[in-house]
């Protein structure tokens, strides 16, 4: 059982416009989330991270919304440009970057796979 | 400075085989962690180690194991290899266990036939 789903596997976005990956949780005791971006013979790269004592965190052309309510996250990309094209991953995890709590492993979806064109 | 260090890169071996995987962490990254990656199923959780102790594990069958040497350095063994093994095997190292963004390794792509 997927406990972090990324239902889209595959975005296509005009070069300028706004990407908007989303992501879906079941785990009620996740409570930082992040994004990766993995391009193909590469690893994932950390993008962007948000806590759950937050509902938006901003950085660069990166913005990321958590809403707990409904147990789901986004990733917007504004403006998008063709170097994002690539597979997207949100991660979540339980307790990570609180020192003073044990934390859980951190989980991944699937994956969306963005293509940004020109 | 050096990234993750996975090797080797790539790898073909044969049914009921078995192979070992290596991971050297970006200096002074403690914590290491290994993820297979398989078309449609994102990246599935295998293990975590941090000071040579796995703190961690996925659900994954015994055949897969894991190890942290006192340097950090890592190595996941793969037994009685399977078809479905085949996968590209990534490491990510963090600097503790409290702290977010991993940094991975470019992985392993194991094919076995």
């Known amino acids: 059982d997927q406990q972090v789903k990324q239902n889209s596997p595959s975005l296509s976005v005009q070069e300028g416009r706004i990407s908007i990956l989303n992501c879906d949780y079941t785990?009620?005791?996740?409570?930082?989330f992040l994004w990766y971006k993995k391009y193909p013979a590469e690893g994932p790269t950390f993008l962007i991270s948000?806590?759950?004592?937050?509902d938006k965190n901003e950085d660069g052309r990166f913005t990321v919304f958590l809403n707990k309510s409904a147990k789901h996250l986004s990733l917007h990309i504004v403006p998008s440009q063709p170097g994002d094209s690539a597979v997207y991953f949100c991660?979540?995890?339980?307790?990570?970057?609180?020192?003073?709590?044990?934390?859980?492993?951190?989980?991944f979806g699937p994956g969306t796979s963005l293509s940004v064109i020109p | 400075k050096a990234g993750v260090t996975q090797t080797p890169r790539y790898l073909i071996k044969t049914r009921g085989q078995q192979v070992t995987l290596s991971c050297s962490p970006i200096?002074?990254?403690?914590?290491v962690s290994w993820y297979q990656q398989t078309p449609g199923q994102g990246l599935q959780f295998l293990f975590e180690?941090?000071?040579?102790?796995?703190?961690n594990k996925g659900n994954f069958p015994g055949r897969f194991s894991g190890r942290q040497f006192s340097n950090s350095r890592s190595e996941m063994n793969v037994s009685t290899l399977e078809l479905g093994d085949s996968a590209l095997y990534l490491c990510?190292?963090?600097?503790?266990?409290?702290?977010?963004?991993?940094?991975f390794g470019s992985g392993t792509r194991l094919t076995v036939v």
């Open positions: 990510a190292s963090s600097l503790a266990r409290q702290t977010y963004g991993y940094t």
């Open positions: 785990n009620s005791m996740f409570d930082y």
């Open positions: 948000i806590s759950s004592i937050k």
């Open positions: 991660a979540a995890s339980a307790g990570r970057g609180n020192v003073k709590t044990s934390y859980d492993k951190v989980i």
């Open positions: 200096s002074g990254h403690r914590s």
């Open positions: 180690y941090f000071s040579e102790t796995q703190r």
